[in-house]
T-cell receptor
Framework: AQSVTQPDIHITVSEGASLELRCNYS??????LFWYVQSPGQGLQLLLK??????LVQGIKGFEAEFKRSQSSFNLRKPSVHWSDAAEYFC?????????FGKGTRLHILP | NAGVTQTPKFQVLKTGQSMTLQCAQD?????MYWYRQDPGMGLRLIYY???????DKGEVPNGYNVSRLNKREFSLRLESAAPSQTSVYFC??????????????FGPGTRLLVL
């Protein structure tokens, strides 16, 4: 069965700084991987997804993620965060007819 | 195009009461889902419907029932609410099945408090 781990519950960065949110997955085959963002009081919105091919995936709002099979990771990055990026971020993996979400990482932005 | 809508936005119930959470989508999607979100637990799938007329259990189905009324609507019913069902409930839809790679579109959520 697949699983996904987001090791960081909270991350705080200064506005304008770079960001990396970690996601590790467990799945026997090549998984389908997603990053979703949830702004306060809102539902989830897809940032980006990886199915196959190029391991560096570009998403909306300037985010990108890199699939690294050797490390079973799919980390989310942004070169320069904005105050509006403060939200909760969820990594998800699809495999074996299931989608499993990580427990989320809450991003705080310092002015 | 409203996307995925959920009613009500907030609800307070007493233990043992019943209620139905409503969800509708206007994107002509085949698949619909109900999740619950609890602090530190992420999202957990309660039930899903891969197409009109079909429903299947997810990770945490106990205490819930669902109805796929038509292609647009997917309701979640709590027959006898318990405090453990206090949560935020999200409905989602997608154009593919559960194992598919299609994006899921989420509603704004229903906050439920069971006293």
């Amino acid at each position: 069965a697949q699983s996904v781990t987001q090791p960081d519950i909270h991350i705080t960065v200064s506005e304008g700084a770079s960001l990396e949110l970690r996601c590790n997955y467990s799945y026997g085959a090549t998984p389908y991987l997603f990053w979703y963002v949830q702004s306060p009081g809102q539902g989830l919105q897809l940032l980006l997804k990886y199915f196959s091919g190029d391991t560096l995936v570009q998403g909306i709002k300037g985010f990108e993620a890199e699939f690294k099979r050797s490390q079973s990771s799919f980390n989310l990055r942004k070169p320069s965060v904005h105050w509006s990026d403060a939200a909760e971020y969820f990594c998800a993996v699809v495999g074996d007819d299931k989608i499993i979400f990580g427990k989320g990482t809450r991003l705080h932005i310092l002015p | 195009n409203a996307g995925v809508t959920q009613t009500p936005k907030f609800q307070v119930l007493k233990t043992g009461q019943s209620m139905t959470l409503q969800c509708a989508q206007d994107m002509n999607h085949n698949s619909m889902y109900w999740y619950r979100q609890d602090p530190g637990m992420g999202l957990r799938l309660i039930y899903y419907s891969a197409s009109e007329g079909t429903t299947d259990k997810g990770e945490v189905p106990n205490g819930y029932n669902v109805s796929r009324l038509n292609k647009r609507e997917f309701s979640l019913r709590l027959e006898s609410a318990a405090p453990s069902q206090t949560s935020v409930y999200f409905c989602a839809s997608s154009d593919g099945g559960l194992a598919g790679v299609e994006t899921q579109y989420f509603g704004p959520g229903t906050r439920l408090l069971v006293l």
